[in-house]
């Protein structure tokens, strides 16, 4: 007797685990991968209406004032920021390490544990910000592009930089080294441009 009801109560815990999967997106693994197109069913290219339809089922959202588009948010986080352009998401903007990519990339992690994950690790500096990015080779596709921008935690330059002449560009200190110790601060996602598709 006491072996049927302790399947009962097994059975009975599995559903109950299930059905919590299904109202938390916590536990809905499938909407927290990073892809080549974005993260979960939030993909660059669908419609900005279908997307949000989507979205709401497993999470809140909030409309961007004044632009088209929605912010994905727990509580006052802000996970993931929606842009488009003629109603078709173009954009996704990640900023919580509850999103991952299948190798184990999220916002948060330091160079030095991307170096252990891309041993082919090559930063590079935005000239117009001086913003320091990786750009993984396997996550890049024909139509999207896909950006990891890091930050020092204590305000100081990822990488020493100095700025042109006119003071509208930076570029890199040639003897400066790259602080290993700065995280990942966002990953974007872009729909290319169709004079980008060849590169």
């Not at 006052?76 to 998401?89: G, P, R, T, Y």
């Not at 030095?112 to 090559?122: L, Q, R, S, W």
């Not at 509208?168 to 990942?184: A, C, H």
Request: with cysteine.
């Amino acid at each position: 007797m006491n072996k049927y009801i302790l399947i009962s109560l097994a059975l009975i815990s599995i559903l109950f685990s299930c059905t919590n999967t299904e109202s938390n997106p916590i536990e809905a693994k499938e909407y927290w991968v990073i892809d080549q197109k974005g993260v979960g069913v939030v993909q660059i290219g669908k419609s900005i209406s279908l997307l949000e339809q989507e979205v709401k089922v497993h999470f809140e959202t909030k409309e961007h004032k004044g632009a088209l588009g929605f912010d994905i948010i727990d509580g006052e986080d802000v996970l993931v920021k929606v842009s488009a352009v003629q109603e078709i998401a173009e954009i996704t903007e990640i900023y919580s390490d509850k999103f991952s990519t299948i190798k184990g990339v999220r916002v948060g992690m330091t160079i030095e544990e991307i170096e252990k994950i891309y041993p082919d690790f090559a930063p590079q500096m935005d000239p117009h910000n001086g913003r320091v990015y990786f750009q993984p080779k396997d996550l890049q596709s024909k139509v999207s592009r896909f950006t990891v921008y890091f930050i020092q935690q204590d305000d100081s330059p990822v990488w020493p930089f100095k700025k042109t002449a006119d003071g509208d560009s930076f570029l890199f200190e040639p003897n400066g080294e790259i602080d290993k110790k700065s995280v990942i601060e966002t990953m974007i996602i872009e729909a290319k441009r169709k004079d980008d598709y060849s590169h």
